[in-house]
């Protein structure tokens, strides 16, 4: 009998590889990237304390309204854009992309470049 293959578990699993490989520093910290059926979220993280520096979401208060009539692809470009803009703010110039497990195409692409164009450097 075959076995349904399981997306969100390989998903899992393609992003403890990519997790083994790259870390953020003080200096160069982490951008993760969730997407849900409904929402994108980013975060620039410092692996060396835990913390988290800077995030965005279709979710959040300020951009819930912004994305409201929007489509989940020009939803990820406000949240790229808002994201580069708070780094840039908190100083932060360069950063490591985490993907989160997540092919480089559609929303997470959108976002990575509009995160780009907002002055981040990945």
Known sequence: MLKK????????????KIRNKIQGTP??????????????YAQVIDDATGTTIVSASTADKELKDKVAELTKTEAAKVV????????????IN??????????????IKVLADKAR??????
């Open 5 to 16: 293959i399981d997306r969100n578990q390989k998903r899992i699993e393609r992003h403890f």
């Open 27 to 40: 200096e160069r910290p982490r951008l993760n990237i969730y997407r849900s059926a409904k929402h994108i």
């Open 80 to 91: 790229g854009q808002a994201v580069g803009e708070r780094a840039k703010d908190k100083g």
């Open 94 to 107: 360069a950063v490591v992309f985490d993907r989160g497990g997540y092919l480089y195409h559609g929303r």
């Open 117 to 122: 164009e907002s002055g981040l450097e990945f």
